[in-house]
């Protein structure tokens, strides 16, 4: 049971582009979530979060948005540039409810900015 | 301030023998969380300890596998026996506060080669 779906593994964007990145959820007891950037054979790297009681949150090139009816939330880039090329993971946590603060990830996209 | 430090970085195993992981959380953070991501995969929720205690082994394989976050030291998950299956790459994050909605961070990884 996928309770986190990003269901584009790939996506391509010119650089001074927008990289929009999609991902979708199932459980309504979500009430936070982030997005991280991995590139291979590193960790992940914590990148911008959402609370649920907002709609958008923005840090610099990078806002996120959420919409709670929809279950689904988005990353936006703006302008990309190549040094953003790498693996994106939504990630979902019911903290505020289980207290454990525990991550669902998403399978992860795949973002190539072209120079 | 030393980011979330694990070894080995790359461990290769022959079928039937025991892999050790180690994980020294972030200073200051005693939560320490174990993923494990499988080729072409997200990253999957193991298990969550606190010094001394596991608070959620949920994700945790009902066999071979174990973890423990002793008083002095790093946090430790144990697969014995491994097998083929086991060849993963296996991330610890360590967070402050679980629960307040604060991001994990994440450590290189382990990758294990299971022979």
């Known amino acids: 049971d996928q309770q986190v779906k990003q269901n584009s593994p790939s996506l391509s964007v010119q650089e001074g582009r927008i990289s929009i990145l999609n991902c979708d959820y199932t459980?309504?007891?979500?009430?936070?979530f982030l997005w991280y950037k991995k590139y291979p054979a590193e960790g992940p790297t914590f990148l911008i979060s959402?609370?649920?009681?907002?709609d958008k949150n923005e840090d610099g090139r990078f806002t996120v948005f959420l919409n709670k009816s929809a279950k689904h939330l988005s990353l936006h880039i703006v302008p990309s540039q190549p040094g953003d090329s790498a693996v994106y993971f939504c990630?979902?946590?019911?903290?505020?409810?289980?207290?454990?603060?525990?991550?669902?990830f998403g399978q992860g996209t795949t973002l190539q900015v072209k120079p | 301030n030393a980011g979330v430090m694990q070894n080995p970085r790359h461990l290769v195993r022959r079928r039937g023998q025991e892999a050790r992981l180690r994980c020294s959380p972030m200073?200051?953070?005693?939560?320490v969380y174990w993923y494990r991501q499988l080729p072409e995969e997200g990253l999957k929720f193991m298990v969550y300890?606190?010094?001394?205690?596991?608070?959620?082994e949920s994700g945790m394989p009902k066999e071979r596998f174990s973890a423990e976050f002793p008083k002095e030291g790093p946090s430790i998950l144990r697969i014995q026996q491994v097998v083929r299956g086991d060849s993963a790459a296996y991330f610890c994050?360590?967070?402050?506060?679980?629960?307040?909605?604060?991001?994990?961070?994440f450590g290189q990884g382990t990758r294990l080669t299971v022979v």
């Open positions: 994050a360590s967070s402050p506060l679980p629960g307040t909605n604060t991001e994990a961070f």
């Open positions: 459980n309504s007891m979500f009430d936070y």
């Open positions: 959402i609370s649920s009681i907002k």
């Open positions: 990630a979902a946590s019911d903290g505020y409810s289980s207290n454990t603060g525990k991550l669902i």
């Open positions: 200073k200051g953070h005693s939560h």
């Open positions: 300890l606190q010094k001394e205690n596991i608070i959620d």
